[in-house]
């Protein structure tokens, strides 16, 4: 997995823009999750919140919440001291916070399961998941079983791997 | 005449002590001075958030606020409260919180799921200066 840098570009309006510096070599393709909340900021999401790509594939989070910043990080003991629920092959990443039309994008090579969630708003089960290959394919390695770091509204609102491989994408239940 | 005297001295203090907890003409334009700071400065929000306009709060008063709420122009238009529920429910009161202004048209209760600064889930009390303030911090 390569991880893309954050770069800040003030741009000539006083507005700020964040691009990926870094690249991993050849022709991806780049999938979008959306950073979504509701317009008083009662309901916050990742749009989709189940994916499905191929090893190799960047994912491109931005943020489209006009109201909040938002960050993509991944459930690891080297951000914040969380279990892994990422493959123990796999680098794990934390985009900071994104400000409304930021983005960050990652690249996923090892197949496997990868549970992220937004970090001030957790509480509020902003948490996404992505699942890159199928079990047919070589390193894959499954759902994170532990249960004791994340709370039961955080597992809840992760979609299942088969519905994720299944349907691609996955978004709330209520449509959004 | 002690007792006038008294009385007097008792208004006096009153009224000094409700215009420093309440200094109008000092908070009706942004910047307010300190000890409050511009909420965008401080935390990693958009300077000007929708619904709220330009926030500033005296971080000693967090969780609660009041955080002053400009509209694009810099005048003051809102005051805004954020108190957890978590807080609520575990029996925390906020007492006594400071206003903006006096003058309150309309007030608004809601839902807010967190944000830096406020991270657990807890309600906005929003309370509008005038008549036009929810429009002018709309967008």
Known sequence: MNCTRRHALWLAGGTIAVCAVTRSSGAQTVTDVKMRGSARGEKV?????????????????TNRDPGNSHTVTAYHPKYFDRKRRIPAGAEPWDSDFLLPDEYFEVTLTVPGVYDYYCLPHEMAAMVGR????????????????DQTDVSDQVLAALPSVEDIIANDAITRKDGS | MTK???????LLFVSTTLANAHDEKAL?????????VKVSDVLPLPEF????????????????????AYDRDGR?????????????????????????SHTVSSTDVY?????????????HVVLFHDEGAKERLAE
């Open chain 2, 76 to 100: 003051l238009s809102a005051t805004v409260y954020m108190t957890p529920l978590d807080d609520l429910q575990n029996g925390v009161s906020f007492d006594g919180l400071n206003l903006g």
């Open chain 1, 45 to 61: 999401w990742f749009d989709p919140l189940g994916l499905s790509v191929t090893p190799g594939s960047t994912v491109r989070f």
């Open chain 2, 28 to 36: 009706m334009n942004a910047p307010a001075g300190e000890p409050y």
């Open chain 2, 111 to 123: 839902f807010n799921a967190g944000h830096p600064g406020v991270e657990k889930p807890h309600a």
């Open chain 2, 4 to 10: 006038i005297s008294m009385t007097a001295i008792g």
């Open chain 2, 49 to 68: 958030i929708p619904g709220l306009g330009t926030l500033f709060v005296d971080p000693a008063t967090l969780p609660a606020g009041p955080f002053l």
């Open chain 1, 130 to 145: 992505i699942v890159v290959g199928t079990p047919a394919d070589a390193g894959w390695e499954g759902l994170s079983e």
